[in-house]
Every structure is written in C-alpha cells, then in structure tokens.
C-alpha cells in the first residue's frame, strides 16, 4: 500500500488543503456550538472532530516537510478515507447548525423579521441617532430624500411639518402619498429602553385605505353635485308651479270680471231677463278680491330665493324687514343668492344672517355667515362684481370686509336718482 509520503506533491498538496479547509470548517461548527449549544455532549464531540482533524493536519504537514525518520508513514488511502469521513462529519455539523438557526430565534433571525414588515420601524435617541431601522423605513427615506436614514428626528420633522412635495397632511399623524399612489402614516412616540428615552418612529402602509378614501370623496363630491342639482331643479318646480296656480288665478278672476260684465250689460238692455241679485253678488265678489292685499307667502318678493337657499342645505336669518321697492328688489335678490352661493362654495357654513335698516332717505343691509373667515382679502370678481354694477347703477353702495369674518353691506336709496331729482 502506497505510503502518503511518496505520492506526487501536487496531490498531497489537496489532501492537505482539503484536511485544513475541513479543519476551519468543524473549528467554526465548535465555536457557533459553544456560543449557543447547552448540550455538553455534543460539545464535547465538536471538540474532538477539530482536535482530530487538526492532529491528523500537523501529522501530514510534518511528515511532508520529512521533519524525522521516527514518524510512522500514514497509507494515502488512510489520508483520503479520513478526510471523507470528516468532511460528512463537517456537513452534518453545518446542516444541524442551519436546522437550529431556524428553529430558534436568535438577534439576527429578530433584526430579518423586522426588515421584512411591511411597516417601516425605527427606534432613535434625542437628536435623532438612529438605534434599530428596518428596510422599509429606509425605503421611504430613500424615496424622500435620496438616502438612507442618518437623522431619524429630521425625517420626523420633515414629514409631520408637511416639508416634503409628497405631504397631504401634517401634524402628529402626518401621511404623505407618492407619484404612484403608494400611502404612508406616520406615529411618534417616546418609549423608554432600560431607562432610557427612546422614540418610536412607524410607518403604516396605507395604500388601499388613502385609495378608497379618496375615491369616496370623488363620489362625495359628485352626490353633492347631483343633489345641488336636483334641489335647484325641485325649486324651479315649485317656482313654475306657483306660476301656473297664479295664471290659473288671474284667469278665473278674468272669467269672473267676464261674466260680471256680460251680465250687467243684459241688465241694462233688459232689466226683467237678468237677475239683480245675482248681478250684484258677483260685483260684490269681484269688488272683494281687487280690495283684498293680503298675499300668500309665496306672492311676497324674496321668496323663491329663500326658498332655494333653505333647499340648498342654507339657513336664512333675517332681522328686520326686506324691501319690497320695485327697484330695490332685484338687487336685493341678486346680494341674496351671490352671498349664499359664496357661502356654500368658499366658507363652508349653513347659515346666512342678513341685517336689514331703514333710515328716512335709504336702506341698510348687511349680509353675514357663520362659515369659516377668508385667508386673505376678498377679490371681486364673478357675482360681487356684477353686484356692485347693479347697486351702483341704482344710486347705491357695496362694501366688503373680510376680516374678523367676511361681512357685505349694501347701501340702497330709497328713491332712484331721478325721483331725488324732480325728474
């Protein structure tokens, strides 16, 4: 049998990288036993495969350097079996090691778990240095600022300021959303670690819930449409139904007057074929109906657009008595329906209050809401613009504040311009 010693060096050289490679290998497996094995046993057998395999090593180092004829020579079959068995040995080492680095948690199983949430983490100390950051958090900060987190309460700030073009709102749960529509909340909030202060940092994946809530505002927005719509639509209704029962009412009273001529014309060409009595009832009805001023609620100036301002969702607060001048009415209503328009569009409110008072030569009104103020000064365009064209054509004012609350005042005449002038 071929002695180790006399085989070409190129192969014993294998042999021997092979054995120390090995070596390394069950040294490794001993030193991950030692840190985390309880079993005594099996540290001990980890402890003879690498004093083994680490003797068998320095007896072929030694015998290739020939350091001694005392040396007994090892067959190279011997060699080669035992690096076989302890390679398998090796092997088995490793997998056992792999079977128990998943079957039991260990920091780093813990720290892979976290970076696979799918809510951003991290944990900093005041002044923003960063103690446990997972993957996902790095994402986001990535994505916002080009790198990866260095300063954890500057990425706090940033986003609860609304300091990033992606902010859709702020404050202490800010949520930003991405050009892809991708969401994010975030919560702050101190933790304490052994004593120490610590901030807790999280970022939930919001995506579905920012996307459904934003379709359902696009919906919102929509009804709100569809029923402005249909209330505006329901009171032009009742405005052409109020019109047809008026028309029907001057109609019957034109049959009447009708009927009371044509019988007081038989009357005086023949007395004797006409009933007086009867002659005399109509003309007494008749008479009564062009004396009577009392007028239905709905025949009153003013009240369709009350009306349609009550059905928009509006409620109309008046002191004091609305003019009813000819002249004065159409602009009256006109201030009514740009005011209560304005206050549905911009102030978000659903009251209108509308001060009304009469001096000797003129009227006063003030127009006023219990929305929100304006954010700056109010520009006239749209419907006060042609307000204030009607009002000054008339003789009259307008005035606008918007500060503390945005208040409209008209100053209207009581007689045109002509009229003032003898005209």
């Known amino acids: 049998m071929r002695n180790f010693m006399f085989l070409p060096e190129a192969i014993k050289g294998s042999l021997l990288l092979w054995l120390t490679v090995i070596s390394f290998v069950l040294l490794i497996v001993f030193l991950r036993y ?220 034109h049959d009447s007057f009708g009927q009371t001529l044509l019988m007081t014309k038989r009357y005086l060409s023949d007395p004797e074929w006409t009933d007086k009595g009867e002659m005399l009832r109509l003309w007494r009805r008749n008479i009564a109906l062009l004396k009577n001023e009392d007028r239905e609620e709905w025949q009153r100036p003013y009240y369709v657009t009350l009306s349609h301002a009550e059905k928009l969702g509006v409620s109309v607060v008046l002191t004091g008595e609305l003019p009813e001048n000819k002249q004065l009415v159409p602009v009256i209503n006109s201030a009514i329906i740009v005011h209560v328009t304005n206050v549905l569009r911009h102030a978000q409110g659903n009251e209108v209050y509308i001060t009304s008072e009469e001096t000797a030569d003129s009227y006063t009104l003030r127009f006023t809401n219990n929305g929100k103020a304006p954010e700056a000064e109010i520009r006239e365009n749209g419907g006060l613009a042609n307000l204030r064209q009607k009002t000054e054509s008339i003789g009259g004012s307008m005035q606008i504040s918007s500060s503390p609350v945005f208040a409209l005042s008209l100053m209207l005449p009581k007689k045109s311009e002509e009229e003032q002038n003898g005209i």
């Open 34 to 253: 030692y840190r985390t094995e309880r079993s005594r046993l099996r540290l001990f057998i980890s402890a003879a495969e690498v004093l083994f395999s680490f003797t068998l090593n320095m007896i072929l180092t030694t015998q290739i350097a020939r350091m001694g004829d005392f040396l007994i020579g090892i067959p190279a079959v011997t060699v080669t079996v035992l690096n076989a068995a302890l390679t398998v040995i090796a092997g088995a080492e490793l997998f056992h090691i792999i079977k128990l680095r998943n079957q039991k948690l260990s920091p780093l199983s813990v720290k892979e778990s976290i970076d696979h949430l799918p809510t951003g983490i991290c944990f900093y100390y005041d002044g923003g240095q960063t103690k446990l950051v997972n993957l996902k958090i790095e994402s986001i900060s990535q994505r916002l600022f080009g790198e990866n987190i260095s300063n954890a309460e500057y990425l706090w700030n940033a986003v609860s300021g609304g300091d990033t073009p992606y902010a859709v709102t702020r404050g202490e749960r800010p949520i930003i959303c991405f050009d892809d529509g991708t969401a994010y909340s975030f919560v702050c909030r101190q933790v304490m670690l052994n004593g120490t202060p610590l901030w807790e940092l999280l970022a939930f994946d919001i995506t579905e819930e920012y996307r459904l809530t934003a379709e359902l505002q696009e919906k919102q927005q929509q009804a709100d449409y569809i029923n402005a719509r249909l209330k505006a639509l329901n009171s032009t209704i009742q405005y052409v139904i109020m019109e047809k029962e008026t028309l029907q009412i001057k109609i019957n009273i």
